[in-house]
């Protein structure tokens, strides 16, 4: 086990020296600290030593170094120790420097990290989101929140501070955390002991916004009340809700949704708001205005709220603290937690600051004291060919900006314009990059596995999935690939493995993740990427002609291509899919590739191959898990309906296209019955016959599998001048015959009056009626039913401007559907026997629907297909012997022929 993961962070108190406490999940720990309370630098060979204990180290000396381009390990990932991605990365005077060491000694990794006693106060036009003033602050404390690295040789962390030494910066080092490592797994085990219990908290006012899975693999923000009283936290309820829905809703957090948990931790204040002049009211944690001078700068006490935030959660679940001030005035501030208030900008002003805290990005603005040494923030350079983003030079937006992190010259930004800019301003790609990557530091591509057990024992016979559980962007760009002895086997999230396939020995089964994302195009440490490994050990024999390699491509909502490697002596291949419902036969093909089409959407679905030859069917394929696209959205209600082609009794209806929509609805009104249905069409345009009334009202909606949406509004139009008809008589309610299980014969009586009928079936999902044909004869085949029971009525109209009239309605229980397939027919018989035919006979089974007959002349001939137990059948070898046999068939399927009958 790591020592410390991602519920261990270390908290230090800045001052003019360091005091020390960490908290490993919901437990704190005291850490032993070394105080060097006096360092001397040696100019000439760059060292430093500890002067308050001369004696025990007068020959040891603690290191320093030069401000040279940090080549080794930047660590900032607590969980895959994936380094910064800048190794030109150089320190300044507001930063620190963490050493984390072994307990030899040795260097195991190095971060540079922002001195939180060096505060940049920035303030943003509210209207224009414009920066319009931005100082340089040096606080008397502060509070670091320092991730370690999660390294099971992890022993101590010394802490360094860069000092002016002649002409360059030398790192004068300020204390040694030593981490003792009984007690830090000791509260690793309790934190994991307690993780079901602070999941949900164990305080009651800490409640979990946005569920999407184990904080441990999530990122976890928290939202912290501040000058609201008991009776307004449930106003800070809904404050908070707005305040996810928009910060979700710009990209990349929108797409990466899914990899954040949100916390929202409620605690009442005396008063409400906040202070002003810099000077707090009685609110929880001192919330002020006008702190350092700075009107719009909005502060708390940072030491008072990490302590409660600590004492209540567990670190792993508050990575980013986020005070919401109850107050409409505009600002708030950056740093190890930030603030913000309730004006309609303050969202982005939080993106902004938050943009610093977590996602470690530079300001791109110009104002502020320039520091031309190379930063370690991967969004801003001294380059002016912009090295640090090439791979995205490409893009039309991205260059090398000249003025960027308060220098006007000689500091160059990606975009002209960015949120780290100019509030109210996307990310864009170079800052997207980063905060996608910065948000693979918190979380693994891969939540879970299964089977848990990395060894696995298969015999002759056997088989075995395993599944790959990822975390999901929105879209889903996850993409498994499973490998065999390095061998490439099939993509998608589940794999089944037949140990007849494979033989006998010992194999590595591989599951490889990848975010395939647009937004990520240079992953220098794999950060997007993770790996699952197994050893199969199996006692079987092998197959050569199972196909493999299956790969699933051009993957859209409800459909999908698939290919696999091509078997030798195959002739054919049965693909089947699996869509939790059992195993269903989808094609047959010849080629090694087919197109599968009409999927639900958005379903998960196994699919496997089975390969076709002259010695029959090979055992299914590994099976390939694919997971179709879910980006529907409902689609929107159609706009600009347009009648054409109008005549005393018909229509054309059309309209714009509505995005997404797979279908449409279209209904009339009918002073009788309200709106009715007209039809669904999938295309924007639907001809209307058998109008009777002159004056008309239209309406559509528009489909897709995720619903519907609200009707259009209605077009009314007059039709053609229509003749005078005799009136229509009141409609007779059908009767209904040849009743099967999935449609039924509709039959009615003629009515005075009537030009057509129209038939029309009530539709529970639409609670209306919908006219499935309009016709002028007496009787309709309904059929494609699989309701167990249909209602029906019979709408009578002619071509005059009659109001129809509507019969009652008939209800209609459907006949049972098959159970299964009929055996086979026994007792075969004949009789009638002539020189040139005979009567075939049998035993009528159960559940068969028809019969079929074969006579032999070298080969089986269809002979004759019967409903009855009998069938009449022309002789082939005139008086000599004849031969048949007999199956029986239903919807469910076929029985085996029976054995063949001599006739002579």
Not at 86 to 95: E, P, R, V, Y
Not at 190 to 202: G, H, I, R, W, Y
Not at 411 to 439: K, W
Not at 817 to 834: D, E, I, R
Request: contains cysteine.
């Amino acid at each position: 086990m790591a020592l410390l993961q991602k519920m261990a962070k270390v908290l230090l108190t800045l001052s003019c020296c360091l005091s020390t406490y960490a908290d490993a999940g919901n437990r704190q720990i005291n850490l032993t600290l070394h105080s060097f309370t006096e360092t001397k630098v040696n100019g000439e060979n760059g060292t430093a030593q500890n002067t308050a204990d001369k004696t025990a180290n007068s020959d040891k000396k603690s290191s320093t170094f030069a401000n040279q381009a940090m080549q080794s390990s930047l660590t900032l990932n607590r969980v895959s120790q994936s380094p910064v991605s800048q190794s030109k990365a150089k320190f300044n005077l507001q930063d620190l420097v963490a050493v984390s060491l072994d307990e030899q000694g040795n260097e195991l990794s190095r971060q540079i990290i922002k001195n939180p006693l060096y505060f940049r106060a920035e303030v943003f036009d509210e209207g224009t989101g414009a920066m319009t003033f931005s100082k340089d602050i040096k606080r008397p404390s502060a509070v670091l929140n320092l991730i370690l690295p999660d390294d099971n040789k992890l022993h101590s962390v010394k802490i360094y501070q860069p000092i002016q030494e002649k002409s360059q910066l030398v790192l004068q080092q300020l204390d040694e955390i030593s981490l003792e490592l009984p007690q830090a797994q000791a509260a690793m085990s309790d934190s994991l002991n307690s993780k079901a219990m602070s999941q949900n908290s164990a305080s009651s006012n800490v409640i979990k916004v946005l569920d999407n899975g184990d904080s441990t693999n999530r990122v976890d923000l928290v939202f912290l009340s501040e000058g609201y009283t008991n009776y307004q936290l449930a106003q800070f309820s809904t404050d908070v809700n707005n305040i996810v829905n928009g910060y979700f809703n710009v990209p990349p957090y929108k797409e990466y949704k899914n990899l954040y948990n949100v916390w929202r931790v409620e605690v009442a204040s005396n008063q409400t708001g906040a202070g002003t002049g810099g000077r707090p009211i009685d609110t929880r944690f001192g919330a002020n205005f006008g702190c350092y001078g700075i009107d719009r700068l909005l502060c708390v006490d940072e030491g008072k709220v990490l302590s409660y935030i600590n004492s209540i959660m567990p670190s792993h679940q508050a990575d980013q603290v986020v005070v919401v001030v109850n107050t409409t005035t505009y600002g708030g501030a950056g740093g190890t937690v930030a603030t913000m208030s309730l004006a309609p900008a303050a969202i982005d002003l939080a993106l902004h600051e938050v943009g610093h805290s977590f996602g470690h990005l530079g300001d791109e603005y110009t104002n502020g004291t320039c520091i031309t040494s190379e930063p370690f923030e991967p969004n801003v350079t001294t380059s002016a060919y912009g090295s640090k983003w090439s791979h995205w030079l490409s893009a039309s937006n991205v260059d090398a900006y000249q003025g960027a992190r308060y220098c006007t010259s000689g500091m160059y930004r990606p975009t002209y314009d960015s949120m780290m800019n100019h509030l109210g301003v996307p990310f864009y790609q170079v800052n997207e990059e980063a905060l996608v990557l910065r948000t693979y530091d918190f979380v693994s591509p891969i939540d879970s596995v299964t089977p848990a057990s990395n060894v696995i024992e298969m015999l002759a016979g056997q088989q075995q999935t395993f599944t790959v559980n990822t975390v999901r962007p929105i879209p889903d760009t996850m993409q498994v690939s499973w490998y065999i002895d390095q061998v490439f086997q099939a993509s998608g999230k589940q794999l089944t493995i037949h140990a007849d396939a494979l033989g006998n020995g010992t194999f590595n089964l591989v599951a490889q993740v990848k975010d395939n994302t647009d937004k990520v195009i240079k992953d220098d440490y794999q950060s997007t990427q993770a790996s699952h490994s197994w050893s199969i050990k199996t006692n079987g024999s092998c197959s050569n002609i199972v196909p493999t390699a299956l790969v699933a491509s051009n993957i859209s909502s409800n459909a999908f291509s698939l290919s696999w490697a091509a078997t030798a002596n195959a002739t054919s291949y049965l693909i089947e899919v699996n869509d939790g419902s059992g195993w269903q036969n989808k094609a047959t093909v010849t080629q090694n590739s087919a197109s599968l089409t009409g999927l639900s959407a958005g379903a998960d679905l196994q699919v496997r191959v089975s390969a076709i030859s002259t010695c029959g069917s090979s055992e299914p394929s590994i099976s390939l898990m694919v997971s179709l696209t879910n980006d529907l959205e409902i689609p929107a209600v159609p706009t600009n309906l347009i009648a054409s082609a109008v005549t005393n009794n018909s229509m054309t209806l059309s309209w714009a296209s509505s995005a997404q929509a797979s279908s449409y609805s279209v209904e009339r009104w009918l002073d009788s019955d309200g709106w009715v249905s007209v039809g669904n069409t999938n295309t924007a345009s639907i001809a209307v016959n058998g109008l009777v009334i002159k004056d008309q009202w239209l309406h559509v909606k528009a489909n897709n599998t995720l619903g519907s949406s609200a009707f259009s509004e209605y077009l009314y139009l007059v039709l053609a001048d229509i003749a005078t008809c005799s009136a229509i008589a009141v409609q007779e309610k059908p009767t209904a015959s040849n009743i099967s299980a999935s449609g039924f014969t509709l039959n009615w009586s003629q009515t005075s009056g009537a030009d057509f009928y129209q038939v029309q079936l009530w539709q529970d999902a639409t609670s209306s009626w919908q006219t499935i044909e309009s016709i002028t004869t007496t009787s309709y085949n309904v059929s494609g039913l699989t309701s167990s029971t249909a209602y029906a009525r019979i709408v009578a109209g002619n071509d005059c401007d009659d109001e129809p009239k509507a019969s009652d309605w008939l209800s209609i229980t459907l006949a049972e559907s098959c159970q299964y397939a009929p055996k086979v027919p026994t007792a075969l018989s004949f009789s009638s026997l002539t020189s040139s035919n005979f009567t075939a006979n049998w035993q009528a089974v159960a559940e068969a629907t028809s019969y079929q007959v074969q006579l032999w002349n070298g080969q089986w001939l269809d002979a004759g297909t019967s409903v009855s137990t009998a069938v009449s059948v022309d002789k082939l070898n005139g008086g000599n012997a004849e031969y048949f046999h007999v199956k029986a068939s239903n919807s469910c399927g076929s029985s085996e022929y029976s054995d063949y009958l001599t006739v002579q």
